[in-house]
């Protein structure tokens, strides 16, 4: 970066920093931006799509490393960031709704539905248009499987979100321990599950049981519950300890993530022991809040994390078309290391990681193509250091369509609203 770029960047930091309210709550965007960040992360390091020919022809398969290499599990835990979008999910839940339930909920409902909207309207002619052209379903399938994969985040939030109220009922009631009625429920569903051996399905009642254990965290957190630093290191160690457990004496798996071929998923649907993990990740969350807010007083730390926060739900979702992208231009090279090659040795991890520079560069320019149409008010909504319309000047200070606060301006642009 050159001495009059890094200039303007700190110049564009000040500006965010200046323009931000002292009454935002920068942690919880924090925590939103490192659950971002380690969902797209652990997905770039642990897909790779490898070139193979099937029954119709040629094919792409998902091979995951840590199938291969079952030693790198716990880098899963790392990039197993989940349990923090509910979290804060819960909290900003919580701190916006004051009654008021269908347009409150409409409106939170409205700032999921239309990113996904903008990624089907991309996808369905995209994908009408490889038929069209003769691509392999081989292919195709494993294409989509990765674009939609990740929409099952966007239900399961919405469910949670409608249950907001009956949600801050029971944390009024009980405090941070309205979390241990669902994770009963998970207990419970996975001594059905393996204990007995019962049917499959049974499973899936965890995937809204299990998330709404960070949920209901959230939701007492925002109503002043785990205040203090013994709740969440209660959270951290009891979280830890089960976990530990649960992996070593009970044979769940160490990876907290779905890996290919395995006979148990932590993930898909949610295990007791990725709940206990997302426990002591919630704890250790709570516990840094001091660490993080002191961060967020450096210009550039905050800038960074307020950008993503402007479009988050974008980033998420178009985060593996960002990984298509780039794969499928290696097609026209042959088998490139580390991104179609498959995933089997430490040298494939390096070169993966090398890679990742160039995802994010292209995620990027989708975000810049599709993060004004996450909000509802313009196609296009105005970016940290754009200047505002005349119009827009006249007009009274934005609120919030999530918190029903004032929507922070930012360098007289749009301001910072969580997802």
């Not at 997905?43 to 119709?56: K, Y």
């Not at 819960?90 to 999921?112: E, I």
């Not at 980033?315 to 231009?329: C, G, K, P, R």
Request: hydrophobic share 55%; glycine share 10%.
């Amino acid at each position: 970066m050159t001495g009059q770029a890094l200039v303007r960047v700190r110049r564009f930091a000040r500006q965010v920093d200046k323009a931000t309210p002292p009454n935002r709550d920068r942690v919880v965007d924090a925590l939103r931006a490192l659950a971002i960040a380690g969902v797209i992360g652990g997905h770039w390091l642990v897909t790779a799509l490898v070139p193979n020919s099937g029954s119709d022809g040629p094919a792409l398969h998902d091979a995951s490393p840590l199938a291969s290499m079952p030693a790198l599990a716990p880098v899963s835990w790392i990039f197993q960031t989940l349990a923090l979008f509910f979290l804060v999910g819960g909290y900003s839940a919580a701190r916006g709704y004051r009654g008021g339930y269908l347009g409150w909920l409409r409106k939170r409902l409205a700032r999921l539905v239309r990113p996904v909207a903008v990624l089907a309207a991309v996808w369905v002619p995209v994908t009408a248009g490889l038929f069209l052209a003769g691509c392999p379903s081989g292919i195709m399938h494993t294409l989509l499987t990765l674009v939609v994969d990740p929409l099952w985040f966007v239900g399961v939030y919405a469910a949670l979100t409608a249950l907001t109220p009956a949600a801050i009922w029971l944390a009024r009631r009980f405090g941070a321990w309205a979390a241990a009625f669902p994770v009963a429920i998970v207990a419970v569903v996975d001594l059905v599950r393996f204990g007995v051996h019962g049917p499959g399905w049974v499973g899936w009642i965890n995937l809204p049981a299990g998330w709404l254990v960070p949920y209901l965290l959230g939701v007492a957190w925002a109503g002043g519950a785990l205040r203090g630093r013994k709740g969440p290191a209660l959270m951290l160690a009891g979280g830890v300890a089960a976990t530990a457990a649960l992996i070593i004496l009970a044979g769940y798996p160490a990876s907290m993530v779905g890996v290919n071929g395995a006979a148990i998923s932590n993930l898909n649907p949610p295990t007791i022991a990725a709940v206990t993990f997302g426990l002591a990740q919630c704890g250790l969350a709570l516990l840094m809040r001091d660490r993080l807010a002191r961060w967020m007083r450096r210009p550039l730390a905050w800038a960074a994390v307020a950008t993503v926060n402007l479009s988050a739900m974008t980033l998420f979702l178009w985060h593996q078309t960002a990984f298509i992208m780039v794969t499928s231009l290696g097609t026209l090279a042959g088998h490139v290391p580390g991104l179609l090659t498959a995933p089997t040795s430490a040298a494939w991890v390096a070169e993966r990681l090398a890679w990742l520079p160039v995802f994010a560069v292209f995620l990027t320019g989708l975000w810049l193509m599709f993060r004004g149409l996450e909000h509802a008010r313009s196609p296009r909504r105005r970016f940290p250091g754009d200047q505002p319309s005349s119009r827009a000047r006249g007009r009274k200070q934005d609120t919030d369509t999530v918190t029903g606060t004032p929507r922070p301006s930012i360098a007289g642009g749009t301001g910072i609203s969580p997802t």
